[in-house]
């Protein structure tokens, strides 16, 4: 082989394996995405990708046998097909690439000739996501005339409910650990490397640990079911992390820089929050990123410290309720996923190179 | 100020003096008042009223964001009106001060107390020593919990290593490598619950009359076969745990995938002339140059999905619920403290779960601070 052979053959090897990991990755989320579009009725009677062009049997012909003079208990001959009442019921293919196919019963039955055409099914529709997020009841009329009620489903709320613990969640257990890792890095007081392995040690500490405890002392002092609880367990199972990532960034900020603000007068505060917290942002917006995606997703804490008080629950409770109780519900478990999934996807479109940061730092987490 | 010089005191009038005393007070007993009074405020507001939701929300998050802003302020204010050796002595404190007093509420004497819990009963009355460990090693529902994460464990790092390590080499080759990660990577954003609903309907089986709407199944009855359901397939028990770690592995390559990425780019190119210069053919360079040089990387990463795994809930929780022989360790630790409510017992477990990360999670941060990922 040449050399430029062989260097398209690589490449062809390496794009080629590449696209079809990427489709492997991508495939189950499209195929949510699309199907979240669709509507109820086509949700659950076909695949999602007949949303692309596919060969389908569609009927060409009905034919009533009563006119033909067929004997259903014989042979029959139809359209150059040729087979049994029980053979044209499964469907006979002719030699045209046809299928004749008898359709209900044998005394009122029908056959249908049926030829394969391309076609796509595109019936689109805003429903499903009126429906998970409205919360009311909707009515299907079904094919044959019936009313069908399907409760609908409260994900906005849930959104907003989300929304009101992930941010403070973020923000408390990062301004707490700015604070500490500044005192840890620029401060001195008794006691300050030993503080400072406690938080070391912390790190490895799973939060499983602190759930029926924690639990215990929430009973006591009502927090549960409230949002302060759950920023302040958000803020606990997170600082240690926080103190550790943000001590290793601010302890090397340059010294000169704070020496020569503290020589001007200023406080421990002031250089705190005019020099520390700026020169700090990459450091604390990657670990922000990674703390609100965090609480955003976490199901665990939200499922004990929110409990069953459908008032506060969050988007991952919601979703895990609908996948629990109306599992064959999918029109409302597609759009639910995305409505649960489009602001860290936000996120991640609009911040990813924090985002890979945050992510890298915050796998050791306990 | 607290500390005015006697000297300088006398020549300011008894007016001067009190309305600088008022002041002074004011600042430092008024304004901490005021504020605790309003983040009471707000407490009460949100856990009583009626307001539309977006109302409520929003005053969480100004509430939860500024109180915590206004109480550093308070107590910093408070602290620097000190006398300066006493000011110097204290703001440490404010400033560490709430980092440790949470970190002790929440992880320091849990451990402790969840400790005491697993040597006494139950409802925690009675003292049983180590009864609860030596059921968890005994009891049937433990033994398959141990197994399935073990198969989490040894399946899901590895894969998870395997396919980001597979991606990040194709990536560095190819001119497409952006928009490649970005997709790999794109699933980390979703959470644990989102991704159960979307495997859920990869997964979705349907009786054999009627067109499958899963996709998996779909490609089966394609292909001639019988659709099967695949996760609650209760007759190839343990195998049947593999269709929930693929979701892991699913969510997870692309952190590895990135991980590796930095590796792989952070090989000095002269390495791999050199090897070039000796005649070893492209494979040789990645197995015998590239693959040693960035092993320490490849450990981490194996580790931290290794600690990720076996704390695995979500998944498991949100799929089968432990069903079909799924139990993991982390959801008979929920299942144990909040739905049997055996304290003791779920105690016990996360023990477990703890003394098996510590380990693990020192080589990490070992390392971790050597490579100073952040």
């Given at each position: 082989m040449s050399v430029r052979r062989r260097r398209l053959f690589n490449d062809i090897l390496v794009n080629g394996g590449l696209l079809l990991l990427v489709l492997l990755w991508t495939v189950p989320t499209l195929g949510l995405f699309i199907s979240s579009w669709r509507t109820r009725q086509d949700i659950q009677t076909s695949?999602?990708?007949?949303?692309?062009p596919h060969r389908e049997w569609q009927t060409v012909a009905t034919l009533d046998p009563k006119e033909l003079g067929l004997d259903p208990d014989s042979v029959m001959q139809v359209e150059g097909a040729e087979g049994t009442f029980k053979e044209l019921r499964e469907g006979v293919t002719t030699s045209d690439g046809k299928q004749v196919i008898w359709v209900g019963n044998k005394r009122l039955g029908r056959i249908e000739v049926q030829d394969q055409v391309w076609t796509v099914t595109w019936d689109f529709t805003l429903d499903n996501y009126r429906q998970v997020l409205s919360g009311k009841d909707y009515v299907y009329k079904t094919t044959d005339g019936t009313e069908e009620v399907i409760p609908g489903d409260d994900m906005s709320g849930a959104f907003l409910n989300s929304l009101a613990v992930a941010i403070p969640a973020t923000v408390i257990p990062i301004l707490i650990a700015a604070f500490a890792a500044y005192a840890f890095a620029w401060m001195h007081f008794p006691g300050r490397r030993l503080f400072f392995i406690l938080v070391i040690a912390l790190?490895?500490?799973?939060l499983q640990i602190a759930l029926v405890p924690i639990l215990r002392d929430y009973s006591f002092l009502k927090l549960n079911g409230t949002f302060l609880g759950m920023w302040l367990a958000h803020t606990g199972f997170g600082l240690a992390l926080a103190t550790y990532l943000l001590y290793n960034y601010i302890s090397t900020l340059p010294r000169e820089t704070l020496e020569s603000a503290f020589i001007d007068g200023a406080s421990h505060f002031t250089v705190f929050t005019r020099l520390v917290l700026p020169l700090s942002v990459p450091a604390l917006a990657s670990f922000a990123i990674f703390q609100f995606l965090w609480v955003w997703n976490d199901y665990l804490v939200a499922l004990i410290f929110?409990?069953?008080n459908p008032e506060t629950k969050v988007v991952t409770q919601r979703l895990a309720d609908i996948v629990g109780s109306r599992g064959n519900d999918w029109h409302l478990l597609t759009a639910g996923a995305f409505v649960s999934m489009i602001l860290p996807l936000v996120v991640f479109f609009a911040l990813q190179r924090y985002f890979v940061r945050g992510l890298m730092a915050g796998s050791v987490k306990g | 100020m607290a500390h005015v010089d006697a000297s300088e005191k006398q020549e300011m009038g008894v007016g001067a003096r009190f309305i600088a005393f008022i002041s002074s007070v004011f600042l430092a007993v008024i304004i901490p008042l005021i504020a605790f009074a309003v983040i009471y405020a707000g407490f009460i507001f949100l856990r009583d009223s009626n307001a539309p939701k977006w109302v409520i929300t929003l005053v969480a998050i100004v509430w939860g964001v500024g109180g915590i802003a206004v109480l550093y302020w308070v107590f910093n204010g408070l602290v620097e009106r000190l006398p300066p050796a006493w000011t110097a002595r204290l703001q440490p404190f404010v400033f560490v001060g709430p980092a440790l007093a949470i970190l002790v509420w929440y992880l320091a004497l849990p451990t402790a107390r969840t400790f005491w819990l697993s040597l006494h009963d139950r409802n925690a009355d009675a003292f049983v020593g180590l009864a609860n460990y030596s059921a968890i090693f005994t009891e049937r529902v433990m033994r398959e919990a141990f197994r399935n994460n073990l198969m989490w464990i040894i399946f899901g790092s590895t894969f998870s290593v395997l396919f980001g390590l597979l991606v990040a080499t194709l990536a560095d080759r190819s001119r497409w490598e952006r928009v490649s990660k970005t997709f790999i990577f794109l699933p980390m954003a979703i959470s644990f619950v989102g991704a159960g609903v979307i495997w859920n309907f990869i997964y979705e089986v349907r009786p054999v009359t009627v067109p499958q709407i899963g996709l998996l199944n779909a490609i089966v009855v394609a292909l001639g076969g019988t659709p099967k359901p695949w996760y609650a397939w209760t007759d190839i028990i343990p195998w049947n745990n593999l269709f929930l770690i693929v979701i892991v592995v699913w969510l997870q390559a692309g952190f590895s995938m990135v991980l590796f990425s930095a590796a792989l780019k952070g090989i000095p190119s002269e390495l791999m002339e050199a090897g070039r210069v000796d005649g070893a053919s492209e494979i040789q360079i990645y197995f015998r140059i590239m693959l040693p040089y960035i092993r320490g990387t490849i450990i981490t990463v194996w580790t931290t999905i290794v600690i990720f795994t076996l704390k695995i809930f979500d998944v498991v929780w949100v799929m089968t619920g432990g069903q079909f022989g799924t139990e993991v360790i982390a959801t008979q630790f929920f299942r144990q403290s909040f739905v049997a409510r055996n304290s003791g017992f779920g105690s016990a477990i996360a023990i477990i779960l703890l003394l098996a990360v510590i380990p693990v999670m020192i080589y990490n941060l070992r390392q971790f601070r050597e490579q100073e990922a952040f």
């Open positions: 695949g999602w990708w007949t949303v692309f790190l490895v500490v799973p929110l409990g069953g | -």
